[in-house]
């Protein structure tokens, strides 16, 4: 079968396999039934080798991809414009496969849905549950459900996430008087006496606010579930550590710190012959913030549901989660092992079981990992809320005025109560 070009990969692609109908008793041709897929520039050649494999196996019908430029703002905006006006007036493209992160680069970097929890609750996305419970390929029990239960509201499953990340520290034992004793809940954390830690953990944790929250919105009733002080104690706590660290020589190295994902594995498969124990950033609800990286959704103004459930559920098979891939004609050849879309969606962990441990090739590392995963208490996903605590910190830090020293504590003030308020506002839009 002819593969799909890469080379008209712009905007728009006009997939393969055509699809006639007759109309019974004429000589009409009835319209021809297309499904569109909405993703990311980044993911795109995954999204066409997954239709691609699809459509090998007969599954799929004509596809085409609505792509959406992730290194042209103008053209974004524009891009996202007419989805929007199209999505609003009762059409729009049938599959999103969308990434959600913080944009380092863009403060208002433009995003499809720019707060996906939120658009849970607008009636854009069509319920998957019985779709799910009648699927061919999806195996629910093989998939992380602490993760999957975020994309459901009373409506029921309405996103299906695709990765997450929370962030964490991996110690030597031997650099550690008591691996035992580390701390698990945020105030225990702040008061916790071991300078050399605490020197590591101040420093990396500004830009790792995020994580140290719990729950942050009320999406049904518009409002944010912590107040303006609760944010001016986090910052200052953050910010207090940050000021007081020396990180000098005697502080302590961590094995592997940041969010957890491949890149993480790599790094801790490299020290697999270690004693090492984790410090998962905590909340301040006593649990671990964990943050959906990337989801699939169905429009719920699709006129092909059936066909758009289709590629969803081959998408969220093990074989293609796992990167296996389907038998072939060809013994050599594995249909769909090309397309795992999940390693092109920021550096996360795939909400598929065996995926997950086979991103780390040692078994001590693969026991760890699944012990700091069974912390996961809040899950959320990369909104404009978290990109307002991210660039927040940026101010906090100067970084906006090249470098200069950061803001005293009056000023960070300030800085704090402009972003309570943005904040605010977006859950109002």
């Keep these: 079968m002819k593969k799909i070009s890469k080379k008209t990969q712009v905007f728009l692609t006009v997939c393969v396999l055509a699809s006639v109908m007759t109309g019974c008793g004429t000589d009409q ?38 792509v959406i430029p992730e290194d042209d703002e103008t053209l974004a905006e524009t891009r996202i414009t007419e989805l929007r006006t199209e999505i609003m007036s009762g059409g729009g493209p049938d599959v999103f496969l969308l990434p959600c992160n913080i944009n380092e680069n863009e403060e208002n970097a433009p995003e499809l849905f ?28 093989g998939w992380n459900q602490t993760i999957m239960d975020s994309g459901k509201t009373k409506e029921g499953q309405l996103l299906l996430p695709l990765t997450y990340q929370y962030y964490a520290y991996i110690f030597s034992n031997a650099d550690l008087e008591n691996p035992q004793g580390l701390p698990e809940s945020w105030e225990e954390f702040i008061n916790y006496e071991n300078p050399a830690f605490t020197d590591i953990a101040g420093t990396n944790n500004l830009f790792a606010i995020p994580y140290t929250l719990g729950r942050l919105a009320d999406y049904q009733e518009e409002k944010l579930l912590f107040s303006e002080d609760d944010l001016q104690k986090r910052v200052e706590e953050i910010f207090t550590r940050y000021e007081n660290s020396t990180a000098d020589q005697t502080s302590i190295k961590p094995l592997a710190y940041g969010d957890v994902g491949r890149h993480f594995c790599e790094t801790l498969d490299a020290v697999s012959t270690e004693d090492k124990t984790a410090f998962i950033l905590p909340n301040d609800e006593g649990g671990v913030t964990a943050y959906v990286t990337a989801y699939a959704a169905v429009n719920r103004n699709s006129k092909n549901p059936d066909q758009a459930f289709s590629l969803l559920d081959f998408l969220f098979s093990d074989e293609i989660m796992t990167g296996d891939g389907f038998p072939g004609d060809d013994s050599q050849i594995r249909i769909g092992s090309d397309c795992n879309i999940q390693d092109n969606y920021r550096d996360g962990i795939s909400v598929n079981l065996e995926a997950a441990q086979r991103m780390s090739k040692n078994p001590s590392s693969t026991v760890l990992l699944e012990q700091m995963d069974r912390r996961i208490s809040e899950v959320r996903y990369y909104s404009t809320l978290e990109n307002a605590l991210y660039w927040m910190v940026y101010r906090c830090l100067a970084w906006d005025k090249d470098h200069e020293p950061p803001l005293n ?21």
């Design 409 to 429: 504590a009056e000023e960070r003030r300030e800085v704090i109560h402009q972003t309570y308020q943005e904040m605010g506002m977006q859950l109002a839009e």
């Design 114 to 141: 720019p707060n996906p929890e939120k658009a849970m609750y607008s009636d854009l996305f069509l319920p998957l549950d019985d779709y799910i419970l009648n699927a061919t390929y999806m195996d629910p029990a």
């Design 29 to 66: 041709e009835t319209e021809k039934e297309k499904l569109t897929v909405c993703t990311g520039s980044i993911q795109a050649d995954q999204v066409y080798d997954l239709i691609d494999a699809w459509q090998e196996l007969g599954n799929g019908i004509e596809t085409e991809v609505i």
